[in-house]
């Protein structure tokens, strides 16, 4: 996410010989061999600082229904999402369907899988747990079994080193994948792995989990039971679940559940997306599967579906991705609802896209892409096959408020009639009176309203809609399918985003829950009044916050932060004279150890015995730490500016001008 790095889809290239504790681009990589693991030679290195997930995921049990586990498997793991500061692949692959989702698991063929901190950040944002693998398969897992398993004490050992990898960098358990034959005495052995690894998860991170994936049996064999039956249970028993593969017939997991009883939703039954040997074929039949299982009430293990955009299925990832993700919500339903708690804000951002803004201004038109910065994400419902003449999408190339998304409504309108669209479910219990703030813009006649719905414990439902005050909307139709008309008030005016307005209203509904925010589509009442017609209409909803009406960021001022440069390197650039390069780590911490969670941008403003530039916007971080790696200096810059733009989780963020920097020069 930079104008300093490689071109847009272009691959940056490791080291011949990476030395992870040499200063580089920080990057996400797993673990090899099990000497990695037990020397803890991966606190040592120059990206562990970066690869920290920022976000947390409060404690919380799983909930007693049926459960959907996604596998991530894409070309093999550690694609553009190893770039832990971000790249710059507008089109790199991602998950936005969370609200279709209770656990994500960061799967690679590599020993010990670390899931890159942008998936846990974004997972946690939106409720979801995140394990990663540890396997053993070949003959090298052999090799590596029998060392893991030689005796007890390394078998409680390695279970440690990796309960201390999830707490320290931040994400919720392992799924266990041993697919060697072992010799009988070794299972005595697995089993203390096994539960002591699950012991001390728990105890380290309160809601943890290890799951069991189903190959190795109870005697040592290597042989897939594609269900829970007494080969595997011994297993089952130790952890929190089985992950049971995908060859399985559909009496199968009937008879899971009933071997696993009280426990039956901790059973995953296996999909496999590409449709190798799975129940129902995978791909665009992955529903069958997802049938069976929710019929037999137990849960789900989906694998792969990075399937759509490995093998490009038309007519484009976004499209197919939304398609594909609705048949899962046909099936099995929304799991997971929000908001759930307040301050809430959501910029729709996917973490990619072809520019980036901030408060409304476009700071960068570099590609880029980067999960972390990944907004909430709206429920949308797949529109591709309908015939609404109204499309709903998030769109990047379109201008945005924040990040580098927002949602537009494009089509045709019907004076006269309204459109809805489905933002979001709630469950968000209302115990003040709060603001609903959100930036829209719009062409024509084209007006965009927000539809609130609240729900009190007797059941009755009390809904709002939200529109400009001042404005001509075809009230009496609106005002048929709302209880209230709530008139919004223009924000401060944005500065330098004319085309933005930012709109507000107080709403006190206190002891009822917010279930449902959805978006409006309506035309303005034409002057002088005419017969019905049909209209363009375009509309784009930019962002949108609730929050207590005595809710303010507040921003430590840059005084209270220590800011300081390590591996500082000038350098001549080789291939163009009279230019130079910088590479430099930036860390900043509170002086008061104020552990405030915050998001960062960071700016360069380049100065020389003349003239100072304009801040030049280089990237953003989640932790407090950025590594600048090549930044070019034209002939005369002598100093370098970098500032640290702080932005709070309500979408707010610290004017430049007020936020800590550090001068190099």
């Not at 994400?171 to 994948?177: A, I, P, V």
């Not at 927002?406 to 009176?433: N, Q």
């Not at 927000?450 to 059941?459: I, K, Q």
Request: charged share 20%; hydrophobic share 35%; net charge negative.
């Amino acid at each position: 996410m930079s104008s300093y790095e490689v071109a847009a889809g272009e691959e940056k290239p490791a080291p011949a010989e990476f030395d992870p504790a040499l200063p580089s681009v920080p990057v996400a990589y797993p673990l090899k061999t099990l000497e990695e693991l037990e020397s803890r030679s991966y606190f040592r290195s120059f990206h562990y600082p970066f690869n920290v997930a920022s976000v947390d995921l409060p404690p919380a049990e799983l909930p007693k229904r049926g459960r959907v586990l996604v596998c991530h498997d894409m070309q093999g793991g550690y694609v553009d999402d190893k770039w832990v500061q971000g790249g710059n692949n507008p089109d790199a692959y991602a998950i936005w369907h969370w609200h279709l989702i209770d656990i994500f698991v960061y799967f690679s063929h590599n020993l010990v899988t670390l899931p890159p901190p942008c998936w846990t950040n974004t997972a946690h944002r939106h409720g979801v747990k995140v394990l990663g693998t540890f396997i053993a398969e070949w003959e090298e897992g052999k090799q590596t079994c029998n060392k893991l398993l030689a005796t007890k004490a390394t078998a409680q050992m390695y279970a440690e080193r990796l309960v201390e990898l999830a707490a320290m960098l931040g994400f919720d358990g392992w799924l266990l994948n041993l697919e060697v034959g072992l010799n009988q005495e070794q299972i005595p052995i697995l089993k203390e792995f096994v539960s002591h690894l699950t012991q001390k998860m728990h105890d380290a991170i309160p809601g943890s989990l290890v799951i069991w994936y189903d190959a190795v049996t109870v005697d040592g064999r290597l042989i897939w039971q594609n269900q829970l039956n007494d080969s595997n249970k011994p297993f089952f028993d130790l952890c929190d679940g089985l992950f049971a593969n995908y060859s399985w017939a559909e009496r199968y997991a009937k008879n899971s559940a009933d071997l696993a009883g009280d426990r039956k939703y901790d059973v995953y039954m296996g999909i496999d997306v590409f449709g190798r040997n799975t129940f129902g074929g995978g791909q665009w039949t992955t529903n069958v599967a997802l049938d069976v299982i929710k019929k037999a009430d137990v849960s789900t293990a989906i694998f792969a579906p990075g399937w759509l955009y490995e093998t490009k299925q038309p007519p484009d990832f976004e499209t197919a991705q939304n398609r594909w993700w609705s048949l899962v919500e046909k099936s099995w339903g929304v799991v997971r609802h929000y908001p759930k708690s307040l301050p809430f804000y959501s910029n729709f951002d996917q973490g990619r896209g072809y520019h980036y803004s901030v408060d409304g201004k476009t700071v960068s038109e570099a590609p880029w892409n980067n999960i972390s910065r990944q907004g909430t994400q709206p429920f949308l419902e797949f529109s591709g096959d309908s015939k609404d003449l109204i499309q709903v999408a998030v769109d990047f190339k379109e201008s945005s408020y924040s990040g580098g998304g927002s949602i537009t409504f494009k089509g045709i309108h019907e004076d006269g009639k309204s459109f809805t669209a489905r933002l979001f479910d709630g469950a968000l219990v209302m115990e003040t009176p709060v603001h609903f703030t959100y930036s829209v813009k719009s062409e024509g006649r084209s007006m965009l309203g927000l539809a609130l719905e609240f729900s009190s414990d007797a059941g009755r439902r009390h809904t709002f809609i939200l529109v400009p005050r001042g404005s001509t909307p075809m009230l009496n139709q609106l005002e048929g399918n709302f209880s209230e008309v709530i008139f919004t008030d223009p924000c401060s005016k944005l500065q330098g985003a004319s085309d933005w307005v930012k709109r507000k209203c107080r709403i006190d509904m206190s002891g009822r829950t917010l279930t449902k925010i959805n978006a409006v589509c309506y035309t303005e009442k034409k002057t002088p009044p005419s017969t019905h017609s049909n209209a363009g209409f375009h509309a784009v909803l930019g962002d949108f916050a609730v929050k207590t009406v005595d809710h303010v960021t507040k921003f430590p001022p840059a005084s209270s932060w220590l800011v300081e440069g390590e591996y500082i390197k000038w350098s001549p650039d080789k291939s163009s004279p009279g230019l130079r390069r910088l590479s430099v780590k930036i860390k900043w911490g509170s002086k008061s150890r104020d552990s405030s969670y915050f998001r960062y941008n960071i700016y360069a403003v380049k100065s020389s015995a003349t003239r100072q530039e304009e801040p030049e916007f280089i990237g953003t971080a989640e932790v407090r730490a950025f590594y600048v790696s090549d930044l070019v200096l034209s002939p005369g810059v002598t100093s370098v500016k970098f500032i640290v733009q702080l932005g709070g989780v309500d979408g707010a963020f610290q004017g430049l001008s007020e936020s800590p920097f550090l001068l190099l020069s």
